[in-house]
Each structure stands twice: as structure tokens, then as C-alpha cells.
């Protein structure tokens, strides 16, 4: 059998090739099948299918919300689909649009090809016996965990702006915690109790 003008190794029936409807069929489907976008419901439907994936493969994964790619050695992410902002539910003593700054929300990102976290808003800090007191909830600013799907695989550790009223700091860390909580370090330290975090413009591998 002949093959395709663009080198893709797809095979069509000549007129010198015996007929056979489901050999011509089964050898154009088993020919653009793995040359389209393929579409799974998760990585591992992907992964028990396609057992001996060739450079070049494109697959959709639809619980993920992922177009990954194979670049020859492993699976790659190509882009994420649509994903929305969600606000995270903060903690007493926690409040959003801190600095108007907006709510503290997360969503998922495609960033040089890893899902990575990113979040935006600020959040304002009350603190237990005034100003000069200690951060609510051991600084811990979510009231219930962040999704499976949005937790690291190991503690990521994050730069935050906050104020400089009330401390000496122009900067926080943000622990974001393989059970999906936020804790921020640094708060609470010998009076430095800044009355707000942002979070805007940053990010963590997950």
C-alpha cells in the first residue's frame, strides 16, 4: 500500500492492491487514530491504552481538564482547559480584599508545561488580643482544605507582599501544604503583625 504525500505514514488502497474493505478501513483508522487528538477520562485510561506511545502523540485527558502531549520520553502537559478562579474559604480572623487587593482566590495554570498554582487577592489579618497580638488559627488562613486536584505534591513555599504598618517586614511567606492548607510564617513574630498579605502574582509548582 501506498502512504500519504506528507510523510505521516498513512497507507490508502492503490489499484494494484488487492480489495479489501476492512484492511483499507482498519489501516486508516489504525493509521490517524494516534495521529489525532485522543481522548481519555483520566491519565491513567491514557497510560493502560497507549502502552508504547510514540513521539508526537496528542491526548485529552477529561478529569484532569488536560491536552498533554508525548515528547518521547514522557508525557508532557500541551495546555489546560478552562479554569475558572475559586474563591478560597478563609479562616476566622481572616477576611478578603485585604489592601483592596480583592478576594483570595487560586485557579490552575499551565505554566512551561507543569499545572502550577496561581492566586490573586489580599487578605486582611486580625490578630487574638489586638494589634500586637497573635495570628488567629496558627496562621493558618483557609477554613477547609484546598482540592485534591490543587494540593502539591510536597510543601511549597511562597513569597508574599504585605504591609509594613505595624512590622518591619515588606514581605511573608506562604506555606501551601500537601493537605491543602495555607499557612502564612512569619505573622505573629515579636509584634510583626501587618494587617494585610497580598497574594497577587503568585505562583507554586504543584
Known amino acids: ?18 480489495p479489501d474493505v476492512r484492511a483499507g478501513t482498519k489501516g486508516l483508522a489504525d493509521a490517524l487514530t494516534p495521529r489525532s487528538v485522543m481522548r481519555f477520562a483520566t491519565a491513567a485510561e491514557r497510560n493502560a491504552t497507549v502502552t508504547s506511545p510514540v513521539a508526537g502523540m496528542v491526548a485529552h485527558l477529561a478529569a484532569e481538564k488536560l491536552f498533554t502531549g508525548y515528547d518521547g520520553t514522557a508525557w508532557v502537559v500541551l495546555a489546560a482547559g478552562s479554569s475558572q478562579w475559586t474563591t478560597i474559604s478563609l479562616a476566622s480572623g481572616y477576611t478578603h480584599d485585604g489592601n483592596a487587593n480583592g478576594n483570595v482566590q487560586y485557579r490552575l495554570v499551565n505554566f512551561f508545561g507543569e499545572i502550577s498554582l496561581m492566586f490573586r487577592g489580599g487578605v486582611g489579618i486580625t490578630y487574638s488580643g489586638g494589634e500586637t497580638g497573635t495570628p488567629f488559627n496558627n496562621s493558618q488562613i483557609n477554613s477547609s482544605p484546598l482540592p485534591t486536584n490543587a494540593r502539591p505534591s510536597t510543601k511549597r513555599t511562597i513569597t508574599c507582599a504585605c504591609s509594613v504598618q505595624r512590622t518591619t517586614l515588606s514581605s511573608v511567606k506562604l506555606d501551601i501544604n500537601p493537605e491543602g492548607t495555607l499557612v502564612l510564617i512569619g505573622i505573629g513574630a515579636t509584634d510583626e503583625n501587618p494587617p494585610w498579605v497580598s497574594l497577587n502574582g503568585t505562583f507554586c509548582s504543584l
Open 1 to 18: 500500500m501506498p502512504t500519504d504525500d506528507y510523510g505521516q505514514g498513512v497507507p490508502w488502497l492503490d489499484n494494484g492492491d488487492k
